[in-house]
């Protein structure tokens, strides 16, 4: 290089870093990153993954996470902490991106695939997420240094064995791996250790979970449940039958043209993925954006054409991150009601584990897989029952995901908070009101603690109050009742608390 772009290149590399540390603190929180937190936090509280908290993830990442729970302890601020591992897996992926450019290209190349991978916008903000994605594309990203260093196939079996245990998708990685190792011809007799390796991962989790009785719900979440998704996409049917078509036409032209063994990998697995009929999102191609990236930096080449790509991802950057304003206030605020208005063994009906440090009455999370099926009967609404069942008092504030049934129930028999509801009704004008959750209740008007008849006899503070109709006289003037507890933790519905963001 000469000593322009060594500036340029360090000039790009100190941006993209910049970048990250404010988007560390400043990007949204995605459902996912929610959901993945409530999970491991299931394992510090003595629960089991599938059997006690629904995910239809593999175990792996949850199981690493859990620690990592343990000693931030319940904050509400706890996703922020928690991206912070995620920065050792994104220096192993940019490392592991620099290793492979390096063994097939020269220096300057893999040096510049670093510098715009960092910098791609659908890995940048991914690989801040805490998610999942980002330990199976480290891992997967080892495995393939382990191919150009010519690793011990055992090695390299073992890598992409741990990946298997932190994602399924890692079976149309494999299948795309080992049909462009047989193109390349890179082994021969290596295959035994290799299939030894990829075993051993997988075989000790299930080996685990059959151990404590939850293999079946293991099976369930991560196999079952998400191939039943596939019966609610139309027209699949095409893209499976076109998939033999043009996996023969990716096999013929590798044969033909003899490309680089990575361009197979990738090729297979974009036709692949796309034929099981999963949701598709950025995330399911991390593992594979390292590998465009050496491709991109070995095909343009000129200095100018780097500092135009890297000023294009920068702008697209600050427009997809909304210009790294604070997004996170929302989630951090809710939490710090979530653990105002619920106490440790209080459940919490919310859409995806969001309030992490609570259990959920209902089995499954709300997320678009879920609703399908629900939409197709697979899966059946039964929030309300299991709310009533666990006398869930407590539930996250109205939405778009909730699926009719529940949001109905909830929007009836729950009163708004803040960021979050709990349990209860506006009396009507006739003082008649319903109760959906058996409990403890209080009847509150704008001052406090209103007084009146309840049910025919004074009403002198805090009453169990059981399920159905009841009736509460007193003076001409809004009045509410509402699970005590709440009131008792400062909360009312006619003084909202935490809208400030």
């Known amino acids: 290089m000469s000593k322009s772009e060594r500036i340029l290149l360090w000039s790009t590399a100190a941006v993209s870093l ?13 459902s996912d990153e929610q959901q993945h937190l409530h999970v491991a936090w299931a394992w510090t509280a003595g ?38 591992p995620m920065l050792i897996l994104f220096a192993v992926v940019l490392w592991a991106t620099y290793a492979i450019a390096r063994a ?61 245990a932190v994602s399924i998708k890692t079976l149309v990685l494999l299948a795309a791996f080992v049909i462009a190792v047989a193109i390349a011809r890179l082994w021969r007799k290596e295959w035994l250790p290799f299939l030894a390796g990829l075993a051993i991962v997988p075989a000790a989790i299930a ?53 680089s063994f990575f361009a197979i990998v990738i090729a297979v697995y974009a036709i692949t993925l796309p034929s099981l009929g999963v949701p ?26 780097y500092a135009v790509l890297a000023l294009i991802f920068i702008a697209a950057l600050w427009y997809y991150a909304d210009r790294f304003e604070n997004k996170t206030d929302w989630h951090t605020t809710m939490m710090d009601q979530a653990l105002r208005l619920s106490h440790p063994g209080e459940m919490i009906m919310d859409v995806k584990g969001e309030t992490i440090f609570r259990r959920r009455p209902f089995y499954y999370v709300f997320e678009n897989i879920t609703r399908a099926q629900m939409v197709r009967g697979v899966i059946r609404d039964t929030v309300p029952e299991d709310v009533i069942r666990t006398r869930t008092h407590v539930a996250q ?22 960021r979050l509801r709990a349990s209860g009704q506006w009396i009507k004008n006739d003082g008649a009101f319903t109760i959906a959750v058996p409990g403890e209740y209080m009847i509150v008007n704008e001052r406090g603690e209103a007084r009146g ?48 963001f």
């Open 104 to 164: 097939i290209t020269d220096a300057r190349v893999a040096s510049w695939a670093v510098v715009l991978l960092s910098l791609f916008p659908p890995f940048f903000l991914k690989s801040l997420e805490l998610r999942n994605d980002n330990l199976w594309t480290a891992l997967w990203m080892l495995a393939m240094v382990g191919v150009v260093r010519r690793w011990r196939p055992f090695v390299i079996g073992l890598l992409l064995g741990g990946a298997l």
């Open 207 to 259: 080996v685990y979970f059959v151990s404590i009785g939850a293999w079946d719900e293991l099976f369930y979440c991560n196999v079952t449940f998400n191939t039943h998704f596939a019966l609610t996409r139309k027209n699949l049917w095409i893209l499976r039958a076109l998939f033999p078509i043009l996996l023969a036409a990716v096999v013929w032209l590798a044969r033909r043209f003899r490309p």
């Open 397 to 418: 504030a109205d939405g778009p995901m909730w699926p009719p049934r529940a949001r109905a129930f909830l929007s009836e028999n729950f009163l708004d908070m803040g």
């Open 280 to 305: 598709i999102s950025p995330r399911d191609f991390l593992p594979l954006m390292p590998l465009a990236a050496i491709f991109t930096a070995r095909a343009i080449t000129r200095v100018r054409s």
């Open 18 to 30: 910049l970048l990250r540390a404010a988007a560390l603190f400043r990007y949204r929180f995605d």
């Open 453 to 500: 008849v309840l049910d025919g006899t004074p009403y002198a503070g805090a009453r169990m109050l059981a399920a159905g109709p009841h009736r509460f006289i007193g003076r001409k003037e809004q009045t509410a009742v509402v699970w005590a507890p709440a009131v008792r933790r400062g909360h009312s519905p006619f003084h909202l608390r935490d809208r400030e």
């Open 47 to 84: 629960l089991v993954q599938y059997r006690d908290v629904f995910d239809n993830h593999m175990p792996l990442f949850h199981l690493l996470m859990a620690p990592f729970v343990a000693i931030f302890g319940e904050r509400s601020d706890i996703l922020l902490w928690m991206r912070l």
